[in-house]
């Protein structure tokens, strides 16, 4: 796949895998980083147990080097703000850099520095995730640390009022001066009409502006307790040494709030197809997007999920998917295109294809185009062998992922902090190794309509009006 | 103007005042009404007063007929419900004639029926409202029975489960069966990414089949206290009988709640042209519309909402505006064309464009020749001839509104339920009048910029994917 294309694709598309690092509007990429070579082709032991104030800890033994990657995860994102208070959650993120009552700020990242570790932290719609990757030696400090700042984390006017203006900047560098931010985010509010996964993870810049210390407050008491959060500890440790260093470390974090069940608006059934056109100067080249709203693996009928993964594989996962063929190779309309399916979500998520076009070629020629492969796709069906293959592309990527520490730590602690369970995780080979033709065939004329959809049109010109 | 184009247009407009009788997305109609003929271009001499419980009572006289308007204004719609109840607002309005404590269901509307009385009730995104039309020896009654239902409601599962049912009726019957509905949904929900102003009035209907007595309880009890509400009486009345009366009604009502400043969130600058396309095989004739956000009289800079006044005169507001000159008089592309200002809401409103092809000619055709119109006022700007008229036809709207009791009550009514002061109120011909070609320019080219808005088209033919 040429690495044009992975602009465009979130980091569990990459990977090709369905289980999902990250979930619509994620802010912060990950950090990827390549361990050795892949073990074996079956999972690790995963073991997980729940302490006493409700944190639950999941250990992934991993021997093959002499290091750890330690993750909490908030079961909290952009999608839980309230109304008016959009960038809350990443705000937060940011802030819990800010020190605690007995470790100053910037003295836990200056820790880990030290030890040669790296750290990372990032808010998505659904969850948020803090994570340090260091020498087992350093393991136990990192859970003290960390569980130290799950509860004890001071803010003030002088720490967190600055930290907004980096927001803001980070809003204008990453967003607004770019245009290609720009229609996603807008593409993203016509897509989302009544739920929250149409307000930027970031948040809109006004209301962001308006964020206080109080606010911050709030949310982190209300959504950082050990009971709401999902522990992950990969590497060269053992389960019970990871439940002696809790003991001592989390297991001393109270309880302080029951944030109960995540029951967040749904989407009424889109009624009419909508597009969303940018015109800017500042845009060097076209592109052309078209996001229909489906189930995701949390709110799919048995079965759906893995089959519009499939879909999604047949129709854009690769080079040699249908628009791909079409688009870029047959064609030659496009320098790339595909499209993928965003599995990992709490609620209704979306399904994606793009295009970007060659030199000379207009968004309506690839529009037509794109259609013209979708239409067959609904008409005539797609074949056994391409859903085998798509199957196989799928199940490579979990191997592929196992291979990686910290991409296996952040699928366990991503679709743990969406309530999914090690059960739902372990049996997803199989599952999306049962997916048939008819099935595939089945949600692509359920989901692929006009009507659920909303294109994006991305020009150079600048705008007339 | 033709018949045809009052289809489109909220009451307010078809009034031709901006003091705006109802909100976007106002559910139940006002109920229309004629009276004897004016009597003076100059406002009646209307007194306002508070009782100690909060309650703001206006009084309008008008001794032309022995008849009065009774009306109870609580400053709560729909944009103030919680994410994931919509519909809450208008259901409640629906609870409210399900009996008290001493009143059982239907006796107050029987008691209005039998005097020969006219009763309605209505929501809309940003109040709610209660109005009884009596003989003036009737006023004590209706002031009693109102009150009482300000603090008695009382609701049980057999009254408030069938009357959702009934609502998710009406919601069928008025919006899911009627195509121009849907996509007016459809428009309001891109054009309003952040404020509750994208939802319906009447809800979802996936969120209408959750709401519950409970849900309808916490919110009468934040809301109906008599501190949230205005009372506007009109008609054969003097202020001291108003406040004799209401010292023994309204006054005995407790204060339950504080709901405080309705901060609601804000929309975020427009970056991106949308449209919104619905074909279906119910629809009979196909319609254009074009929707952009701008400020309401509430979040204006001063002087611009005016100004906003006069420009949808100018381009839409009658048969002598541009836009149905152009298009219907000159050019014979539409049946029906024009437009106007939604000014009367708490939030940032939108200013509608809209028009009706005639037998063979395409949406695009509409749009393409609105597109002209509106870019030779961009270019060459309004004349002050055109301004003078328009603001003739405001200040006319004025006195028509004058003469009708009930529309002079809603007025009243709507813009204190919105914040707005008697002053503000008296003194807007006076501003309305000031308005100059150069202000209306300023507007025009300030905020009828394409990415501001949402094009809807809805159109015959079947949907084919």
Redesign the interface.
């Known amino acids: 796949m040429p690495q044009k294309i992975l602009r465009f694709i979130p980091l569990s598309v990459a990977l090709g895998s369905a289980l999902l690092l990250s979930a619509p509007g994620l802010v912060s990429p990950a950090i990827a980083n390549t361990d050795n070579a892949a073990e074996s082709t079956k999972g690790p032991k995963v073991t997980s147990f729940t302490l006493d104030n409700g944190l639950q800890v999941v250990v992934i033994p991993d021997r093959r080097a002499p290091v750890v990657t330690h993750m909490i995860w908030y079961k909290v994102g952009s999608a839980d703000e309230e109304?008016?208070k959009?960038g809350l959650a990443h705000y937060l993120e940011h802030l819990m850099f800010k020190g605690t009552k007995t470790v100053p700020g910037g003295v836990f990242s200056a820790k880990v520095a030290e030890i040669g570790g790296q750290e990372n932290a990032f808010t998505s719609t659904d969850y948020t995730g803090y994570f340090q990757k260091v020498t087992p030696t350093a393991l136990e400090e990192m859970m003290r640390l960390e569980a130290d700042r799950m509860s004890n984390l001071v803010l003030t006017d002088e720490t967190v009022l600055p930290e907004r203006d980096v927001i803001q900047e980070e809003r204008r560098s990453r967003t607004d001066n770019n245009p290609g931010s720009?229609?996603g985010?807008?593409v993203q509010?016509?897509l989302f009409?009544?739920h929250?996964y149409?307000?930027p993870v970031i948040g809109?810049?006004?209301?962001v502006q308006q964020l206080t210390k109080d606010d911050a407050i709030a949310f982190y008491d209300k959504y950082y307790t050990p009971n709401n959060a999902v522990l992950v500890v990969a590497g060269d440790v053992t389960p019970e040494l990871v439940r002696e260093l809790a003991a001592k470390t989390y297991a001393k974090v109270k309880r302080r709030a029951e944030p109960g069940v995540r029951?967040?608006?749904?989407e009424?059934e889109?009624?009419?197809?909508?597009?969303?056109?940018?015109s800017d100067a500042r845009v060097t080249s076209p592109s052309w997007q078209r996001t229909f709203l489906v189930p995701s693996y949390k709110t799919a009928e048995p079965g759906e999920a893995e089959a519009i993964d499939i879909l999604g594989e047949i129709l854009g996962g690769s080079s040699t998917s249908r628009i791909y063929k079409q688009l870029v190779i047959k064609s030659k309309l496009a320098a790339s295109a595909g499209g993928y399916y965003q599995g990992s979500a709490l609620d209704d998520t979306r399904f994606l294809l793009y295009a970007t076009p060659r030199q000379g070629i207009t968004l309506d020629q690839i529009e037509a185009e794109i259609d013209k492969v979708v239409?067959e796709l609904?008409e005539k069906g797609v074949t056994e062998k391409e859903v085998a293959r798509g199957i196989n592309r799928q199940l490579k990527s979990v191997i592929f992922a196992r291979d990686s520490q910290s991409t296996l730590a952040r699928i366990y602690g991503a679709s743990l902090a969406m309530g999914e369970t090690l059960e739902d995780i372990e049996q997803w080979p199989d599952r999306i190794s049962k997916v048939t033709a008819e099935d595939v065939n089945r949600v692509a004329r359920k989901y692929?309509?006009?009507?659920r959809s909303v294109t994006?049109y991305l020009r150079p010109e600048k705008?007339?009006?």
């Open positions: 109304p008016g959009s720009l229609l985010e807008a509010a016509a009409q009544n929250r149409g307000i809109w810049q006004h209301e029951n967040r608006p749904r009424p889109p009624k009419a197809a909508r597009t969303v056109s940018l239409l609904l692929l309509k006009k009507i994006g705008a007339r009006s």
